[in-house]
């Protein structure tokens, strides 16, 4: 059954993201679909749940207050968001990707030839050197949005603020070639399980915002997410056979 609720108090992405973790939390909960614009959120559930439950749920957050959503029409001007093209959404990954791929390859071009392996290994440096900056700058945020669809993070909160010390040690490694094979293998692995969660948020046609650059974008999740994992996954994977 899905039920909708009125929210008041939340100005940005950032609220968003915290009101739909915390809601998500709740026992017999299995979807939560917010609406930032309309302050309004559809809440799936496997059994009945009291708006006191929901309410209990944000009492640590008193801005945030959840009510039964009234059976009115609701107007809403679109906003520029939800007006943004395909290429305007997405265009700071990208950009950031044309970046990387093409000091990747100026990188690795050495005596009229491109080296593959230089050129993946200087890709995966970059790659996990710049997405781990940028949820740097907002690492709560960070944590907070990818606990939304993440299958270890929503069961351990701490993992949200591990792993972007983990795509920044991976960063280190593969800029400086430490232990390529073990640090593939790590790599292979922590995409593999990143990917799942995103796997199911975009084949369940979840409408929540992709933490891969923070919350610094507000970049939602989609198809472009699950390449961006695949692509590392098949490097990875790419580097570990050239070594057998």
């Given at each position: 059954m899905?039920?909708?609720y009125s929210i008041t108090g939340m100005t940005c992405t950032s609220c968003q993201s915290k009101v739909q973790g915390l809601l998500s939390k709740i026992e017999g909960v299995t979807n939560v679909s917010i609406n930032l614009q309309k302050a309004t959120a559809d809440i799936e559930?496997?059994?009945h749940i009291s708006i006191n439950t929901f309410k209990s749920a944000l009492q640590d957050?008193?801005?945030?207050?959840?009510?039964?959503?009234?059976?009115?029409?609701?107007?809403?001007?679109?906003t520029?968001?939800?007006?943004?093209?395909?290429?305007?959404?997405?265009?700071?990954?990208?950009?950031?990707?044309?970046?990387?791929?093409t000091i990747s390859f100026i990188a690795?071009?050495?005596h009229s030839t491109i080296h593959w392996m230089d050129t993946m290994r200087i890709f995966m440096a970059g790659f996990f050197l710049t997405f781990s900056f940028f949820k740097m700058l907002d690492l709560k945020g960070f944590a907070e949005s990818y606990a939304m669809y993440d299958v270890v993070a929503k069961k351990l909160?701490?993992?949200?603020?591990?792993?972007?010390?983990?795509?920044l040690a991976l960063g280190i490694a593969?800029?400086?070639?430490?232990?390529?094979?073990?640090?593939?293998i790590v790599t292979i692995v922590v995409m593999t399980v990143s990917i799942i969660g995103v796997l199911q948020s975009v084949f369940n046609k979840r409408k929540i915002k992709c933490a891969c650059l923070g919350a610094v974008f507000n970049l939602p999740m989609s198809t472009v997410t699950i390449?961006?994992?695949?692509?590392?996954i098949a490097m990875g994977a790419a580097m570990i056979l050239s070594m057998l």
């Amino acid at each position: 059954m899905t039920h909708t609720y009125s929210i008041t108090g939340m100005t940005c992405t950032s609220c968003q993201s915290k009101v739909q973790g915390l809601l998500s939390k709740i026992e017999g909960v299995t979807n939560v679909s917010i609406n930032l614009q309309k302050a309004t959120a559809d809440i799936e559930m496997a059994k009945h749940i009291s708006i006191n439950t929901f309410k209990s749920a944000l009492q640590d957050y008193p801005k945030y207050q959840i009510e039964e959503a009234e059976n009115k029409p609701v107007i809403v001007a679109f906003t520029e968001e939800e007006t943004k093209s395909w290429l305007a959404t997405y265009k700071p990954i990208l950009l950031i990707f044309a970046y990387i791929t093409t000091i990747s390859f100026i990188a690795s071009f050495q005596h009229s030839t491109i080296h593959w392996m230089d050129t993946m290994r200087i890709f995966m440096a970059g790659f996990f050197l710049t997405f781990s900056f940028f949820k740097m700058l907002d690492l709560k945020g960070f944590a907070e949005s990818y606990a939304m669809y993440d299958v270890v993070a929503k069961k351990l909160n701490s993992w949200g603020f591990v792993y972007a010390f983990v795509e920044l040690a991976l960063g280190i490694a593969y800029a400086v070639n430490f232990q390529p094979f073990a640090t593939n293998i790590v790599t292979i692995v922590v995409m593999t399980v990143s990917i799942i969660g995103v796997l199911q948020s975009v084949f369940n046609k979840r409408k929540i915002k992709c933490a891969c650059l923070g919350a610094v974008f507000n970049l939602p999740m989609s198809t472009v997410t699950i390449i961006e994992d695949a692509l590392m996954i098949a490097m990875g994977a790419a580097m570990i056979l050239s070594m057998l």
